[in-house]
């Protein structure tokens, strides 16, 4: 996984709250059997005006000018601001590869659904918790300043507004040292593989039926 | 000692080690595994070329994928069929101990076919690239969703790192009136805390009248628990437990039964226990219940109406209102009873098991599908529920009144295959989501117990199925 320390990015804002997985990826793409290329499939049913099939060419498809990520100052955005339960629904990973894929490192919202906020994590995408006032405030400070770019410090745990405003976050600090590290989770835990073995002996004794 | 939840007891009898930060890897029992969310994770283990740890605990089917009809004609879109192939491959190249390939007699929806086959035991640790695992909870087992990477972990490790979640009491006292089912129960209680009300919580659902449920209604309110943002939803053990569980494939036998159900019997939480939340209602106020909008908790009684936004004075809620009622087709004010539906959906995790089939059938048995309902299907859970159904003669009832009969799968749950709504279809599921979109792109969801969506069927609108 890609190491994540500092971000420093444009940020755009989805004014919505509850945005579920169908809404990030429909699942229509979800056939892919690969882990990259949803980008042009982020958020498809609210980008484009038609309605769109695994293997379409994005440049012949009618984009929604009313969206905003189709707005030409959000171009390049690297930082989604978000609203409360972002994330809900499936357990879809292709959520986080899309966002990432389009070009998101980190969102910022008042809240997440569980399951997204984990599989966020192991794919090096950094879901910020922020109160909602200061989402509040950063939606209308967004809307009202184009070229806005915001500063994620995971080092410091800290949100920084163009204004010099900070706002602090926390991170368990296991998640935060994996990302900070860009560790493999997997290689992780197999360094405790003779106490898994244990626990596992332990268990194969007590509750046999477990393992016929 | 302390008295404990039986949420503490599931945790602490699978946390393998912990870090100083309170991270627990967490030891998995039964990895379920489907073609959707399988295919990065096994190679992600190629590529890192590392082995399963152990396969004996992974039981797989293909369901998202596959058709509902015609199945001599094998799957026609090529992307689906190379996901359920790379499944099949993945099954040949790794093992499994239990793997129901489409066309197979028992396969069927994952979350329907683990219990059914006694996969999932009271006590274990079930996880499944699906959110819809918190079913399995319904067994008093610890069973949750996750994701791709997670699948990756589990395979390769048979663990998980995690962080204790908070606890909720979920508490339905007294007895539910006629005609009134499990689906209400769920669909009133994330009416009442909201798509996030759980979220960081595992929510433990009590009282007489879930007591009072069957295995199969258990199960379908745990299937909903992470409806209401719990990953995990689970009901202690009891008698009905044991006896679902007694005679399964996959359920243990002579000694080790006996040895099982004595510890199974300790599953429930200990008198005294604290949990961090408790929620109460009366099953007597619940009625049947039917979402009007676009998240599950956008839900009423089938005698209400829908909401007013004007009356409404939090921006932020007023203006979701609006927007779910204008993707709904739907005016502010209108009762429930008088909106018409376009399609019929009954099948999913949530409600495809037999019981539900029988309730549906119940009602639309001596009756015909309302002639403004342009397509009405049943999709049982699993090809064992639909041979159940076929021996009690339910397909005949279905098909007389005007059902479609179908091949068991997730089908229009999330419209990955052929069965969808066209944009601007309304339709009367017993499915688990009315996101926008999800029953195909423009589709108009609204989400009810199987009792409700045969009476909506045979009306053409919503009716109270307590009236028919
Ligand atoms: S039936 Fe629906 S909710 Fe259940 S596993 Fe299939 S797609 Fe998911």
Redesign the interface.
Known sequence: MEKFTILQGLAAPLD???V?T??II???F??????SGFGPNLFD?WRYMD?GE??MDPATRVPNPNFVLNQPRYRGAKILLA???FG??????HA?WALMDFGFRAVIAP?????FF??SF??GLLPVILPAGVVDRLFLEVEATPGYQITVDLVAQKVAAPGGQTFDFTV????RHCLLEGL???GL??K??D??RE??DR?KAT?????? | MQPQTLYDKLWSSHVVREEADGTALIYIDRHLVHEVTSPQAFEGLKLAGRKPWRIDSVVATADHNTPTKDWDQGIRDPISRLQVETLDANIREFGAKAYFPFLDGRQGIVHVIGPEQGATLPGMTVVCGDSHTSTHGAFAALAFGIGTSEVEHVLATQCLNMKKAKSMAVQVDGVLGKGVTAKDIVLAVIGRIGTAGGTGYAIEFGGAAIRGLSMEGRMTLCNMAIEAGARAGMVAVDDKTIEYLRGRTFSPKGDLWDRAVAHWRTLRTDEGAQYDKVVQLRAEDIMPQVTWGTSPEMVDSVLASTPDPQKIDDPVRRQSVERALQYMGLQANMPITSIRIDKVFIGSCTNSRIEDLRAAADVVKGRRVAASVKLAMVVPGSGLVKRQAESEGLDRVFREAGFEWREPGCSMCLAMNDDRLEAGERCASTSNRNFEGRQGAGGRTHLVSPAMAAAAAIAGRFVDVRQL
């Open positions: 919505r709250p509850n579920d169908d809404a429909p699942k229509q979800l056939k892919s059997i690969k882990r049913e309605h695994p293997g609203r409360e339960n809900c629904g499936s357990s879809r990973e986080p809240s997440y659904a569980d399951i984990n599989n192991k794919n368990d600090a296991f998640r493999d989770e997997i835990t197999l405790h593989a106490v898994i626990y596992e268990r509750q046999p039926w477990l393992y016929v």
